[in-house]
Every structure is written in C-alpha cells, then in structure tokens.
C-alpha cells in the first residue's frame, strides 16, 4: 500500500509499469471529495429535454436538471457541449454515484453578492415590477423576489398600470437567510429631488420669471412645481383683483408663468407672485380718478362694516355700512355682489391704497376738511 492509501502493483516487466500508471492517473482523476453546496467548475458533455449531463471531474457525468439551468434566454443554446460553466452542487451522489448540480443557485449567489455591493455603495438598482400584492409590488431583483411597500411609492398612476415598468430603487433592507428583500422608489426619487433643488436654488434669483405646474391649492394660496422645488404663491400675488379662493382663478394640474419675489435659501422656500408680472393699477387710478368723482363700480364682496365696489380694474373702494343702510331706507333696494352702483368719492388716498365711497359727493366745506387732514388727518365723513 503506497503513503496516499492506494494499492502499488510490483511487476518487472515494462509494459506493466506502463500500464500500472495509466492505473494510477486514472484513480487519482477520480480522488475527489465534493460536498453539497461547492461551487466547482465543470463542462457540458451533452443535454436533452430533461436536463443535462456535466463533467466535474467525478468518476460519473453530473446530472443538471433542465429547471436548475437558471436565467438563460435559451437553454438549449446555453447548455452547448463543450460550454465552460461554475455549477452549485445541490445534491450529493446518488446510488449511481452521480451528483445533482445548479446553475440557478450559482446566479442567486452571485446575485446575493452583487446586491450586498449595491448596498455598501448605496447604489441605484433598475428592477421590473412583476406584480401587485396586498401592501405594495413584487419585483425582480437580478432573478430574486424583492418587496415594495406602498409607503415607499412616487408614482402618479396606479399600482396595476406598473406592472411590467422598470424603476430606480434604493434597496432598504437585505436578508439572504430570509430570502427578503425590501426596497424603495420614494428614496430614490427624494434624493434625486434634493439634487434637483440645489441646482434649482443655484440658478434661481428674484425677479426670474418661471414656468410651474399648479400642484396645490390651499386657503392661503397655492403651491407651485418650479421643476423639483414647490414656490408658494399666496392669495395676495394672484391677481389685483380680490380673489376669495385660489380656485377661483387656478386648478391643479394647471402651467402658470410666475415671478420669484423671495427667496429663503436656508428654508429652501420661494415667494412667488402673478400679479407683478402686470402693471399696478393704483399708478394708472391717479390719472384716472380723483376726489368727490362720481365712479361706476361693481360690488365684489359684502362685510358687516360695508361693501367693496371695483371702481377700476384691480382697484376696490370701500362703501361703508352706514351709507349702504341710509340708501336702502330711501330706495327699498338690497345691494348684492354683482351689483353695478354708482356712487362719490371722498376719501382717496393711493399711498395707503385706500379709497371711500359714498352715495352723496362732498360739500365745499367738506372737501376742504378732506385735503386739510390728507395727510393722515380726519376726514369729513367717516370711513
């Protein structure tokens, strides 16, 4: 018996030694001692419907099943005799001293891996969406199953109408033991949006005129989509005009041109207006209206203390409450919104934008008391 525990023939004759070499190569070929889960390197010998047969370099061809081929577009080309393949053992020798091998186990591996990289790299990973379940999608995952939840979606249309989209994803968690993958869209499209608005800020400056998408609407004003920034657009810098409800002249969805009025760079937050983009009314009313004038107006809105009449374009009078109730002792008539009325001057003062209306103009004596006091003084009427 030789020190490696295999039997050593003695013969004199030539021949026989030959021969008792080739012996020996050849059991030395089959000194193996693979193991369930080895990764070894093998040949495609031949394959059929079933499967196919592989040289590893064991004393029998290895035996891989047509299902353990793994992502391969066709198979049957993949598996060409001759084909140099990495094989996961799956399972050990059977009673013919064959092993069952795997392909597919090789790319999961291989995918586990490369996975673990996206991670320590907090890299981006495009995935196609297979399928919705209850609390979010089923994706592929370079050949495995990953989960999204419905929390971790920025998407405009339905969850159904993804199926069979490809995505940006930032994998959240990684559990090879679990087999769970857990991943997010919204991460991804955060950070891109973070980026967005740096650059946004970079290039942004007061007085820009811009193009938005109305994205919000509140009771103070409406949001803006500056192209990954939302402006704020108040209620005030919608029109000269008075608006009651930003709905009243915008609607989401809706592209608006605005101008940047403010800039917080430290908040990230922009100012927006409309109403600058068009001439003040209240320079054009000076050379237009004056002191006692009788005025057309429309009355816009009705308050406890009195009526706003537009007297010009984005300009409102107030009418106070005490006219309005001596008129309507005279005539028997309401005044309603949309009421056209005419009526006098008497206070006007555009430096503070304000302007008082009444239904009788001023006497002498009062608009003397009016121009006297014009500088923050008391008027002849009140309001």
Known sequence: MSPSGKKVFHTGDTESTALMQEFENL???????FKKGDIVKGTIVSQDNSGALVDIGAKTSAYLPYKEIGPIANPAEGLKPGGEFDF????EENEDGQLTLSRRRVFTAQSWNELQAIVDNDAVIECTVTSVVKGGLLIDVMGLRGFVPSSHLRVKSSLEELVGQTLPFKILSLDQQRNNII?????VMAEQMAEQRKELFADLHVNDVVEGEVVRLTDFGAFIDLGGVDGLLPLSQMSWRWVEHPSDILSIGEKVKVEVIGIDFEKQRVSLSIKSQFPDPWIEVVKILALNEKVEGTVTRIKHFGAFVEVYPGVEALLPSRDITEQQNQTGKQINVGDK???YIVKFNPEERRISLSFEPLSDEERKMVVAN???GESGREG
């Open 27 to 33: 059991l030395s070929r089959y000194d193996y001692n």
């Open 88 to 91: 996961y053992i799956l399972r």
């Open 183 to 187: 991943l997010s869209h919204r991460k």
């Open 341 to 343: 009325i005419e009526t």
């Open 374 to 376: 014009a500088f923050g």
